[in-house]
């Protein structure tokens, strides 16, 4: 193998989301060369440039305020956020706003002022949203961050390639090695600085409302370069999504669905039972105990087909069900169904609960910067228990934005007049090795049956009402895994040029190392939470105000805690 | 060998311009109802052939719509997670676009002397309700839209996805656009 040419810059950005882009835009602004990966298509793929919902908190006129924002915040979190990143990133959402309107997303105005919606867990209306109310922001950004990039002559966008591992010299993050998906060649990256921003992993559980490509690749990458990584355990679940039909597989419109209309859900035995769960209340409980309900008569074995519970408004008469169809007819989802002809008013709807976002990633300081040095980690990869134990919703959009501001100046400010660090000859032979194992290998193991089986496993065991036994069980399936699958994937498919497979594998082989993760945290945090639930540990303890710090401890996952401080907010 | 009733016979398009001397077609019997090409996509993948090269990105869940899996299905230009599957398909890339590898196209780079198709889509904009804000030419996955001394045109029709994306009508500012499918 000859001398692999390396691509050199000042900082790295890896994933073209909103943070990255965000990230790379401020140090490209700040007078460095920048280069920013994508996984795929540049603008297309990824998750918030497609599904940000509908609300971009910001604290923007009084009588509301930072502070407030800061509490409300922390509230949601169950005291459990990193108070300081909270303070830092949630000060920059006010000219966060004003930027993104600036570039061109429509948001939706009365004069001067943005309108701003109250959503859950507010105490002043806070979420700014679309001009047209209910329209997800996610197109505004694809179309209004994209083109900032593009015109910025010193970011280097390499899309079509899939980021496998950061490159070390002792302690300090050099660069990253990759798959350039086009030319099915390996690509190795030096440079100065590298943030990391890669999203979050919710790929790795069965269905999601996001897409299967969120495989969380750089949580297993940070984790095996030596970041200590934190809140793996706090998942959050959208409580209803659609299941079936497939051309509405993984949609969120349900959630809304269910705020207009009452449905009555289904087992497979066809027994309403959230009269079961809930005598009075019945189907019109919160959506979150309809989720857990149907979690629960999944495991017990009356789940629909599919895995879920059905969705039924056959007891509304058909003309108030046509009334609501005719007033949505735009929407994308009804429209959906309505080309495959089939009829709410008839049949049900297959829906469970979907994993939506996630908080664990690496732990970072106010400035984004992790335990190694030159790397930084934003947006979902960059936790350091930022959300807490809950994230309030339309946090994410102000955190990415703001943490993708603070990154990138702090990157450029630190490289300006940095010299390029060097790359460790020998471990780039490694990791190119092993990024080309799958593809040599003659062995029987799939990608997509290591896949399948981490998604199963989490879906299974590392949902809601977690318990120590099913905890353990999976750990053990993700051990068996890598002492008997993982030494014998290989792909079928050989040829190199966008070869999808050898994606799957190496994506495949990360997913192993973070399904560890969460269920290991998972175990170790003896108490219900926010969005970690332990049936076994029903209450919340004031001794586990910490968060859980994951390390590789010479190969093997080591953990520990952190106190939580409270400089801000005092718990009540 | 008579086709089984529940299966669809989906012809692909394959070609790598490294190795291949020429384009070829391959013909797959995978099941179709109620599922979306995207689906047969990765079902043809997972069952019969893991070198079959496509693009996905959002899966087309929830109301926005990535582009990444622009193709063509039957001649007509379309994004396969929200295409429908029809018992007789012929699956091509999407003709705007140069081929990277079997169905997967390089959206920086347009086909030089592609010839002049009529569009399958007739896209109307209303001059009274159009702003010029220019959405549609920022949105539309495949660049169907341009500004051209001033105004919006459809110039790209014939690359239109029609149906399956809808991005333009869904975030024009003033409903100033509407889609309708000639055939």
Redesign the interface.
């Known amino acids: 193998m000859g001398k692999n040419e390396v691509i050199r810059t000042d900082v790295l950005v890896i994933g073209g989301g909103i943070a990255g882009i965000r990230a790379a835009i401020e140090a490209h602004d700040n007078g460095v060369h920048v280069i920013l990966v994508n996984k795929g298509a540049f603008g297309r793929d990824g998750a918030a440039v497609w599904m940000a919902g509908d609300g971009f908190q910001a604290a923007m006129y009084p009588p509301d305020s930072l502070e407030q924002h800061i509490e409300d915040t922390v509230r949601g979190g169950h005291f459990l956020n990193n108070q300081e990143l909270v303070k830092t990133f949630l000060s920059l959402a006010p000219q966060s706003v004003e930027e993104i309107s600036k570039w061109g997303m429509r948001l939706a105005k009365d004069g001067k002022k943005f309108l701003q919606a109250r959503l859950p867990g507010q105490t002043h209306a806070r979420s700014i949203h679309h001009v047209h109310f209910g329209k997800m922001l996610g197109a505004e950004y694809r179309k209004a961050l994209p083109r900032q990039v593009r015109r910025r002559e010193n970011i280097r966008v390499m899309e079509d390639l899939l980021f496998v591992d950061l490159l070390k010299n002792g302690d300090e993050v050099v660069g990253a090695v990759g798959l350039d998906l086009i030319r099915g060649a390996p690509v190795v990256i030096n440079a100065k600085a590298t943030i990391l921003a890669t999203g979050g992993f919710m790929g790795c559980y069965s269905f999601t409302t996001a897409n299967s490509m969120a495989t969380g690749d750089g949580h297993g990458a940070a984790y095996r370069a030596g970041a200590a990584m934190t809140g793996m355990e706090f998942i959050q679940f959208m409580p209803t999504a659609t299941l079936w039909p497939d051309i509405v597989h993984g949609d969120m419109f349900t959630y809304s669905l269910l705020n207009h209309l009452c449905a009555i859900f289904y087992n497979s035995l066809g027994e309403r039972f959230m009269e079961r769960y809930y005598p009075e209340e019945k189907d019109w409980a919160t959506r979150e105990a309809v989720a857990r309900a149907i979690a629960k008569e999944v495991r017990e074995g009356r789940g629909s087909p599919h895995g879920g519970c059905y969705l039924s408004l056959r007891h509304l008469p058909k003309n108030l069900i046509d009334e609501w169809l005719e007033r949505n007819k735009d929407s994308e989802f009804l429209r959906s169904l309505k080309r495959m002809n089939f009829d709410l008013r008839e049949d049900g709807l297959e829906v469970g609960p979907a994993v939506h976002y996630v908080q664990g990633g690496c732990w970072i300081d106010e400035r984004c910067r992790t335990n190694l040095g030159r790397l930084s980690a934003i947006g979902e990869v960059g936790s350091g228990g930022k959300d807490g134990a809950d994230r309030l919703a339309g946090n994410s959009l102000p955190f990415c934005m703001a943490m993708g501001v603070v990154s990138g100046r702090d990157a450029a400010e630190r490289v300006k007049s940095d010299r390029m660090p060097e790359l460790d000859e020998a471990e780039v032979e490694g990791l190119i090795k092993r990024l080309h194992a799958p593809l040599e290998r003659k062995g029987q193991v799939s990608p997509q049956e290591v896949k399948a089986r981490v998604r199963r496993n989490l879906q299974t065991n590392a949902v809601f009402q977690r318990r120590a036994e099913d905890l353990n069980a999976g750990i053990k399936e993700i051990e068996e895994m890598r002492d008997v699958m993982l030494p014998k994937l290989s792909t079928r498919a050989k040829a190199k040029r966008f070869n999808r497979e050898w994606v799957d594998a190496l994506e495949a082989e990360n997913m192993v190392d973070v399904a560890e993760m969460i269920l290991r945290s998972a175990l170790m945090r003896e108490e219900s939470r926010g969005l970690h639930e332990r049936e076994d540990f029903p209450a919340s303890h004031p001794e586990w105000l910490k968060h859980i710090i994951i390390e590789r401890v010479e190969g093997r996952m080591s953990f520990s805690t952190k106190p939580v401080t409270f400089p801000y907010v005092k718990p009540k | 060998m008579s086709q089984n009733e529940d299966l669809a016979r989906v012809k692909i398009f394959r070609f790598?311009p490294?190795?291949d001397k020429e384009e070829r077609y391959e013909t797959f019997e995978v099941p179709y109802e109620?599922?979306?090409v995207l689906?047969v996509l990765e079902a043809i993948?997972?069952g019969f052939?893991?070198?079959?090269?496509?693009?996905?990105?959002?899966?087309?869940?929830?109301?926005?719509?990535?582009?990444?899996c622009a193709i063509q299905v039957n001649g007509l230009p379309a994004l396969a997670c929200?295409r429908?599957s029809e018992k007789e398909m012929v699956i091509e890339p999407h003709g705007k676009f140069e081929v990277?590898?079997?169905l997967?196209v390089d959206?920086n780079k347009i086909r030089e002397g592609i010839p002049k198709k009529e569009p399958s889509v007739q896209i109307s904009i209303d001059p009274d309700k159009c702003i010029k804000c220019g959405?549609c030419v920022?949105?539309c996955?495949v660049g169907v839209y341009e500004t051209k001394k001033g105004e919006i045109q459809a110039s790209g029709a014939e690359f239109c996805c029609g149906?399956t994306c809808?991005?333009c009508v869904?975030?024009c500012?003033t409903g100033a656009i509407t889609l309708q499918k000639l055939y």
């Open positions: 790598d490294e190795m109620g599922r979306t689906n993948y997972s052939d893991q070198g079959l090269a496509f693009r996905c990105g959002c899966e087309g869940k929830h109301d926005s719509r990535c582009g990444a929200k429908i990277i590898k079997d997967v959206f959405d920022a949105i996955p149906d809808n991005q869904t975030y500012q």
